[in-house]
């Protein structure tokens, strides 16, 4: 039996820049963070013949070709996993649409148990690799590199995508004293809505391959309001973090209708009026999480919990995806 996992994340600056209709013209930039967080995958051969397949569904099918699950049809085709007898059961400690980036997530950590059991031996560049061309080549997802990249690295990284496709990681160089700081003063919230992210990043990615000014516009912003974030991170200024995170939501929402809505603008602003510096929607947006950098956390627990909103508390990964038996 093999068991892996493999973390979810949240964003901290530069969101929408790893799209390909935007880095391959203007290069992207954003920094994230692996959380404490996981979805874990467990492999191993059964006496029968066949596919049995366990997620947010139960298939059990004869053949790859049959397997209704995109993700890990196209997976097990490009690891070459000649095997017909394997049970493949996903659990998560999130549930997916939360905008924590699960579909990367889910990815790396089957392609980690698949490629562990065939031995194969391969770098964390690679399987980012291979979990963004299943994704987005193959499967056509309107969805942007970082979620694959944080899962497979952990940690808190900065990631330059370059125009022809190849991305930079660097750990963004923070002192273990605003490392503590950021674990303990940013909070997430459920809003309680599960959305799909693709409708609201095909929008964008549509709009980008149009070159649509506005798009455009907004996107150069977020790309050096990112560098700012790493310059104040770097720089031990974590109020100044959360004030550009409130910066970064007020020109987030502008890129789509559906970034926001007005029960989400409402706990935003209660939020602000009670103990939060700033903040955001963390993924796509929509729904899903909250994620405030908090002033007074007390004051804004107290006023998240009487609005009904439920917290969810975390640390920062530094293992990324990996067997953890």
Not at 14 to 41: M, N, W
Not at 90 to 98: F, K, L, Q, R, Y
């Amino acid at each position: 039996m093999i068991i892996t996992r493999s973390p979810l994340r949240v964003s901290l600056g530069g969101g929408g820049t790893d799209l390909p209709s935007y880095y391959s013209e203007h290069g992207g930039f954003l920094i994230a963070g692996a959380i404490d967080k996981y979805v874990y995958i467990n492999i191993h051969q059964r006496f029968a013949d066949g596919f049995l397949l366990k997620y947010s569904q139960l298939e059990e099918v004869p053949s790859i070709d049959a397997i209704r699950h995109p993700i890990i049809r196209e997976s097990l085709r490009e690891v070459g996993v000649t095997a017909r007898n394997l049970e493949i059961t996903s659990i998560a400690d999130i549930p997916a649409g939360t905008g924590l980036g699960s579909s990367g997530s889910f990815t790396t950590a089957l392609l980690k148990g698949l490629h562990a059991f065939k031995k194969n031996l391969l770098s964390t560049r690679q399987l980012a690799e291979q979990a963004c061309h299943i994704e987005i080549d193959i499967l056509r997802e309107p969805i942007g590199k970082q979620d694959q990249y944080i899962a497979a690295y952990g940690g808190i990284n900065c990631f330059e995508f370059l125009k022809d496709g190849s991305v930079i990681a660097t750990p963004l160089g923070i002192s273990e004293e605003t490392l503590f700081n950021l674990e303990d003063n940013l909070l997430l919230f459920f809003t309680g809505y599960s959305r799909s992210a693709s409708s609201i990043l095909k929008e964008q990615n549509d709009k980008s391959k149009l070159a649509d000014a506005d798009i455009t516009e907004n996107l150069h912003f977020m790309k050096n309001l990112a560098f700012s974030s790493k310059r104040a991170l770097e720089s031990g200024d974590v109020a100044e973090f959360g004030r550009l995170m409130d910066v970064h939501w007020e020109h987030k929402k502008r890129r789509s209708a559906e970034m926001s809505n007005g029960q989400i603008d409402e706990w935003y602003s209660a939020a602000r009026k009670n103990g939060a510096l700033g903040g955001k929607l963390v993924g796509a947006g929509g729904g899903g999480f909250l994620m405030f950098y908090a002033e007074d956390k007390p004051r804004l627990r107290h006023t998240m919990r009487e609005m009904g909103l439920k917290e969810v508390r975390f640390r920062f990964d530094f293992e990324g995806t990996r067997v953890i038996s």
